[in-house]
């Protein structure tokens, strides 16, 4: 019997990121100017992000290298284990082999360190002091700060005010790594002023928070604007975790039929599948398949258009899909997947066929955890359990065909922190949202004209 954990030495940690736009059939469509509405220059983001970060989203080149020092951080967490699950793969009695990339190993407990280590080096060697950036519940903000403590910079957070209040113990471990948390909106920036006369009682969002942020660092000289998600340098960085993948399941004679991932910006199912849809573009057959919430199904329907990152209309036009950047999507318990829009290449490489989108309502993707954490012990992220879900299917419908084949999904995160949503799950307090399909066509009514 092989291995149930495959792991790598730290010096097989690897040693440039892949970047996909080398290789994509066609050229994405460019970022826009929000006020001009013409592709985006350089020296436009200047304001909010540092040169080199500039540089890698629109970079070009295939391979890109990993500085020493950001090597010597990834050694702290990466190489993240490959789970065989065995036991799942057996309580399910199904032919198909199940692996899972586990990226709850990181000091924060997802994948969001991969990029948030990067960003504060450059960030730092380009003589920023602070990073200002929003969070929901609390993920980005925490993987955030401590990036900022390993590499001495200031970290300002702005965290939606209903998971500041609901969520207090995210809010604990950024203020441990010494970052200061901000209730959004607030009264700090003009943005959060704006709404809270319209309504003093706001919860807030994801995108009113990204509004505050970016105002703070475009107002003033020695802070910065980070992302946790969605741009082509975020998705970049985490492709770390697909070619560790590739690599371990090498070790065993692998290869996966399908690769599947949660989508919340596309960073986590990004920076695993890219490296494989590199193989499908070349050839291969192999299938990708992103999984989003029903009650915020941007990929599945949501349209590609060009529109806002954020509430106030502060940041560049992206071609993604989008459900409308005044989306508000219902108090679904994956905080982490209730993003208006889709990372740019995402929504690409969906254009082109080349990935695949399915959504579930959260109640059988709780089961799904439940399920996974009862045979195979992890606790899944509420948003990882979204891929479980989907493997889960893929392993029975391999079972209904008596066909093998070999699954690979991302555990992006554990769910140490979700205990409150898997309370409600448990004692039945967790509900299906049917999104109206009038809540759509409303938020899509105010997509800018471009
Ligand atoms: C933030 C988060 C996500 C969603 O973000 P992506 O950019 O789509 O990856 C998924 N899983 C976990 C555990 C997260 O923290």
Same mark, same amino acid.
């Given at each position: 019997m092989s291995d149930v954990k495959i792991l790598l030495p730290e010096r097989e940690i690897p040693r440039q990121w892949y970047n996909v736009v080398a290789d994509l059939p066609t050229p994405p469509r460019p970022p826009l100017h929000p #006020?001009?509405?013409?592709p985006l220059k350089p020296e436009d983001l200047a304001p909010l992000f540092p040169m080199a970060l500039i540089e890698q989203e629109a970079s070009g080149q295939r391979w890109i290298d990993i500085p020493e020092e950001i090597l010597n951080i990834y050694r702290?967490?990466?190489p993240t284990p490959l789970y065989r699950a065995r036991r799942l793969e057996e309580a399910l009695g199904t032919p198909a082999k199940i692996y899972y990339k586990y990226e709850g190993v990181s000091p924060a407990g997802s994948h969001k360190p991969n990029t948030a280590v990067v960003q504060a080096y450059y960030n730092k060697r380009e003589g920023v002091r602070r990073l200002s950036t929003e969070t929901g519940a609390g993920q980005w903000g925490s993987a955030l700060a401590l990036a900022c403590r390993l590499f001495g910079l200031e970290c300002t957070v702005y965290m939606v005010k209903v998971s500041y209040h609901q969520k207090p113990y995210r809010r604990s471990l950024m203020q441990v790594w010494g970052a200061e948390v901000v209730p959004s909106?607030?009264?700090?920036?003009e943005a959060g002023r704006r709404i809270l006369a319209e309504d003093p009682d706001s919860p807030g969002s994801l995108g009113i928070a990204i509004s505050e942020a970016v105002e703070d660092a475009a107002a003033h000289d020695d802070t910065k604007y980070s992302l946790g998600s969605v741009l082509n340098h975020v998705l970049l960085h985490q492709t770390v975790i697909g070619l560790e993948a590739k690599k371990q399941l090498a070790l065993v004679d692998d290869y996966p039929d399908v690769v599947i991932g949660c989508h919340g910006g596309g960073s986590n199912f990004g920076g695993l599948a890219l490296p494989f849809v590199a193989d499908r573009i070349a050839g291969k057959e192999v299938r990708a398949l992103a999984v989003e919430p029903a009650a915020c199904p941007t990929l599945t329907r949501g349209p590609a258009a060009y529109d806002f990152g954020d509430t106030a209309q502060m940041t560049p036009l992206l071609y993604m899909n989008t459900l409308g950047h005044r989306f508000m999507p219902p #108090?679904?318990?994956? #905080? #982490?997947?209730?993003?208006?829009g889709a990372a740019p290449l995402v929504t690409h490489l969906y254009e082109h066929g080349l990935i695949e989108a399915k959504a579930y309502p959260q109640r059988s993707v709780f089961e799904a955890a439940v399920q996974f954490a009862r045979i195979e012990g992890l606790l899944p992220a509420p948003e990882s359990a979204h891929a479980v879900r989907a493997a889960i299917d893929e392993a029975l419908l391999a079972k209904e065909e008596g066909r093998e084949r070999t699954i690979l999904f991302g555990?992006?995160?554990?769910g140490h922190f979700d205990l409150a949503a898997y309370d409600a799950y448990l004692s039945g307090q967790l509900e299906d949202y049917e999104l109206p399909e009038e809540m759509i066509t409303r938020a899509l009514a105010e997509l800018p004209q471009v």
């Open positions: #006020g001009t509405k013409q702290l967490w990466r909106p607030s009264d700090r920036t #108090g679904i318990h994956a #905080g #982490g997947l209730r993003y208006h555990l992006s995160g554990h």
